[in-house]
């Protein structure tokens, strides 16, 4: 069996294209290791041509990993699943983002950081397309780590950061826009933010290394809380000037979806957003979670439990 790789975007230094994925395919050990060859060295894959299905979902998110349950509990799964990790979902917040409201929109994250163990990745493909925005960020550590002034980056070499499951949304301490304020919040959403006020924290390297000898920027302004051991009005500063400054540096790539789509991303190298759409557009995605750890993290308190969240 063959599938075509090709760069995701000339311009872009991360990513790759692949078709030719079928069900079959995903079960052949040389197509397997195919890609996770290029998952390794290239971070993130647009699968394009793909079966809209469930089961073409499974069996892709299988090539990688066996399947973790989805974080958020009380998310509906979708009514064909083939696997507890399938899970569809629709995020219903609206807010007023800089003088436009939008749903669905999420600031640059990483899955779980909440939490001291980071799944592998997840691939999600969509459901439900809106006319007008919607498009998913994906942002490379490793290019980050590369582009960022030199200076501030050396500052962070051996300092971690402090994630909370209450700071999402306008309980975010960095990186929040010039202007946000809430139009709409379901109750599931103002109940968790209740219920996570005293959750446990977790924390993270800002900075990694992976096998390969590349270091990796790893670090998000969604649910963090500060740098460890500077819970400071100085270490907020400094924490603040590297989250500009990864604003002012990234290159994203921001996908345009197509019903036969699926991507997968690498949740221990890449940061991720959604730019939101007009409120008046459903947008439906579908994802599986990829088990897994790089064994970095660690909960604040020692032997406390992980809160339950959302990886979104």
Known sequence: MTISVQPLDADLPFGARITGVTQAACADAEVRQQINEV???DGMIVFEGMEPSNAMQMALSEVFGPPQVYALTDVVESSDRVD???????YGEVFEVDGVELVSWLPWHFDACYTDKLNRGGILRAITIPPEGGLTGFADGIQL???IDPELRDRF???????????????????LPKS??????RPLMTEML???????R??????WTRPSGEKVLHVAPWQAAGIDGMMTPEGDELFAALIDEVHAKVIPYRHKWSPTDMVIWDNWRFIHSVGGNPPQYPRQMQRTTIAGDYGLGRMEIAGSAAP????L
């Open 39 to 41: 998952f390794d060295r």
């Open 84 to 90: 507890t990790g399938v899970v569809e979902f629709e």
């Open 145 to 147: 780590y590369n582009d």
């Open 157 to 175: 070499e051996n300092l971690s950061i402090v994630y909370h499951t209450h700071l999402m949304f306008l309980n975010m301490r960095f990186g």
């Open 180 to 185: 946000i304020k809430p139009v709409f919040l």
């Open 194 to 200: 209740a219920a996570t006020k005293d959750a446990p």
């Open 202 to 207: 977790a924390v993270h390297p800002a900075i």
């Open 308 to 311: 339950v969240g959302m990886d």
